[in-house]
């Protein structure tokens, strides 16, 4: 026998209530709205849920009629409304369309938004759903995603640089040093004008040569730094000043944006004053190319969210374009006319920036200037730099020195500028030549090249350190280059005084004299 049938439960809440806690349930923001599709004005909202009202910066219980995501003061660029009304009404939806709009408070979000276009209504409007997340939060992510994977292909791009000018730096060195030693030498002995002018376009010539080597090394190697607690305002005001007389005469005119109470860097100060002397001289050489004046703003200010102090140039020269932006930092890349430029300042500000522990971009579009922008870490304490070696009184002349050096023209430059000098020399053409003379003969000193066929200078150093560990402490290292890591590391270890080639004859002599003691 069938009993009668059970009562359907009662939950008290009309359809209605069921249908409005869903809606405000949902974690992703829901519009059902109008859309005119005479002239593409929001029309009348008829629904907004709570998360879309939050998410757009209303208050909880504001009225959904206010909340118009799609209205033309919604879009941070009307570019990209237009672009996205487009798509829409030709395909009548849309599907994770991104896009960038402005909340009430003036900041904006990104979002993704999912939204079907129905047919158009008897008074020409059309019907809008759309579905809204926020992906700000991912977009974010995805920024600094690809912000580091540049900064490491830059990396690599420098690393695969660092190798190939090392050796290329030893090479050059070599006969820039024997020709600056030898061009040193003749200028000091009596000579007819022509000649001594010839001489002197010889040293300058080769000291420029000299100059380009060692801007490449700059990205190519970990450089010794003096290192201390730096204010970034002054060293801008410096660098600045040292630009004044060309910016006076160029009609450049520097706005000065520089805030107050920044903390400090930890920094090598002239490393940060190169930075900026090649990012203003870039900017100054944008503007006159375009229009023959300019004006350069320097701003600076500290950002907390990465203990950061940065620095902003902004100039109203052409602007960079996209093309151009994603080279920029590259080595010998350069926009300038052939023998105009050499492409490393740019490259150079880059490698010392991020030496430093920062980081460099530039924002721009054709047309609307550029702004470099430079973030330094700030300083949180003083650290231990290493001290520098004590001045000692000049040696007295009649020291027996012995030249390591396999390069034949410049260990005969190197040893007969020691001759005029009131030296007794000797030379050996590596380091096993060396440790033969050294053990049948007493030498004072030593200078010795760090590159060197069988026997070279770091594997002498310590072969010599066991042997004779007195001379030991009276080598000279001079090298073409010092990109590696491994040789600086040894000379740091060593605590061997060094030279880099091509060097000077009074260099030579002054560090000989300091060595001797």
């Not at 009662?10 to 002239?39: C, E, K, M």
């Not at 002018?197 to 380009?212: D, F, M, N, P």
Request: charged share 25%; glycine share 8%.
């Amino acid at each position: 026998m069938t009993g009668p049938r059970p009562p359907a439960p009662q939950t008290g809440v009309p359809p209605t209530a069921l249908l409005d806690r869903l809606f405000d349930s949902i974690r992703a923001g829901v519009y059902l709205g109008y859309l005119n599709d005479q002239d593409g004005s929001a029309g009348v909202t008829e629904g907004a849920n709570q998360h879309l009202k939050l998410m757009l910066g209303f208050d909880f219980d504001a009225d959904a009629a206010d909340v118009r995501p799609f209205a033309d003061d919604r879009f941070v660029d009307p570019r990209a409304r237009s672009a996205f009304l487009t798509q829409l009404r030709r395909d009548g939806a849309v599907s994770d369309y991104l896009l960038r709009l402005r909340r009430s408070d003036d900041s904006s979000i990104w979002v993704e938004v999912t939204a079907t276009l129905h047919a158009v209504d008897n008074d020409g409007s059309r019907r809008l759903d759309a579905i809204v997340r926020d992906v700000s939060e991912r977009r974010k992510l995805e920024d600094q995603g690809r912000d580091l994977s540049q900064q490491l292909g830059q990396a690599e791009k420098m690393a695969a640089l660092g190798q190939t000018v090392s050796g290329v730096a030893h090479e050059l060195n070599n006969p820039l040093a024997t020709i600056l030693t030898w061009a040193e030498r003749l200028a000091a002995r009596p000579v007819d004008a022509d000649t001594r002018r010839g001489l002197e376009t010889i040293l300058g010539e080769s000291e420029r040569a000299a100059k380009i080597v060692r801007n490449l090394l700059t990205f190519a190697r970990k450089r010794n730094t003096t290192r201390a607690q730096v204010d970034l305002n002054a060293i801008v005001r410096e660098t600045l000043a040292l630009r004044a007389y060309e910016q006076r005469i160029s009609n450049v005119t520097i706005v000065d944006a520089l805030a107050r109470g920044l903390p400090q860097l930890f920094a090598d100060p002239h490393q940060v004053k190169q930075v900026l002397l090649n990012l203003v001289i870039n900017a100054e050489q944008a503007m006159l190319a375009a229009h023959g004046r300019g004006t350069l703003v320097a701003r600076t200010w500290y950002d907390s969210t990465e203990d950061a102090v940065m620095l902003e140039l902004n100039d109203d020269g052409p602007g960079v374009p996209e093309e151009v932006r994603t080279k920029i930092f590259d080595p010998f890349f350069t926009t300038k006319a052939v023998g105009k430029g050499t492409g490393l300042g740019l490259a150079v500000a880059y490698a010392l920036v991020e030496e430093h522990g920062g980081r460099i971009t530039v924002e721009s579009a054709s047309g609307a200037g550029a702004s470099f922008v430079v973030s330094f870490p700030a300083a949180t304490g003083m650290r231990q730099t290493r001290p520098s070696a004590v001045p000692v009184p000049p040696a007295a002349t009649g020291s027996s020195v012995l030249v390591v050096e396999d390069e034949p023209a410049l260990a005969s430059a190197v040893a007969d500028a020691l001759t005029d000098a009131g030296y007794r020399v000797d030379r050996a053409g590596d380091g096993e030549e060396a440790l033969e003379r050294i053990a049948g003969k007493v030498y004072d000193l030593v200078v010795c090249d760090l590159k060197m066929p069988r026997l070279d200078g770091p594997s002498f150093y310590r072969i010599l350190s066991k042997r004779k560990p007195a001379l030991a402490r009276h080598v000279l290292f001079v090298t073409g280059d010092v990109a590696g890591t491994e040789a600086e590391r040894f000379l740091l270890e060593s605590g061997c005084r060094w030279l880099l080639k091509p060097f000077r004859l009074n260099d030579l002599l002054r560090v000989a004299s300091d060595v001797l003691g």
